[in-house]
Structures are given as C-alpha cells and as structure tokens.
C-alpha cells in the first residue's frame, strides 16, 4: 500500500492490487475514508467523512495531483 503524502491529519494512499482501474487515490482521516478519481477530480465514494473534510481531500489532490500521478505510472508502470 503505497503511501503518497500526509497532511492535515489525512493519509492518501494507492492500494498496490488496483492498477487495472483508472487512476485514483484513497485517503483516510480518523475513522473515514474516500476514494478520488484523478482525471477528471472526482469523488468515487467516501464513507464516515464530513462534506468539509471531502473538500479539504479534494483540494489536496489537486494541489498535489503531479505527484500522485507520477507516483501513479511508478507503482503501476502504466
């Protein structure tokens, strides 16, 4: 499970098994967690987490959606 970044109390991870989906990323934060779509930043599904913490997610990714994509064709070669 490929850790990408940590901030503000959020974890946004790719699990290592996925890589036959379009690109996207996990995040947790306390007991929730949510899955972004990356192209276009779209969110998946999310379970536990608050509308303001989902923008907050949100915003991260696409603050660091370079690196998750890089980070993306690293892990999965694709």
């Known amino acids: 499970m490929p850790e990408l970044?940590?901030?503000e109390g959020?974890?946004?991870?790719?699990?290592s098994n996925e890589g036959h989906e379009p690109m996207h990323v996990h995040?947790?934060?306390g007991g929730g967690f949510a899955k972004f779509w990356i192209?276009?930043?779209?969110?998946?599904?999310a379970c536990g987490m608050k509308t303001?913490?989902?923008a907050r997610?949100?915003?991260?990714i696409a603050d660091n959606a370079d690196l998750i994509r890089r980070r993306w064709?690293?892990?999965?070669g694709t």
């Not at 959020?10 to 699990?15: G, M």
């Not at 997610?57 to 991260?60: G, I, R, T, V």
């Not at 064709?73 to 999965?76: K, P, T």
């Open 5 to 7: 970044i940590r901030a």
């Open 10 to 15: 959020f974890v946004f991870f790719f699990y």
């Open 27 to 29: 995040t947790r934060r």
């Open 39 to 45: 192209e276009p930043l779209e969110l998946e599904f």
């Open 52 to 54: 303001q913490e989902l």
């Open 57 to 60: 997610a949100e915003q991260l």
């Open 73 to 76: 064709h690293e892990v999965f």
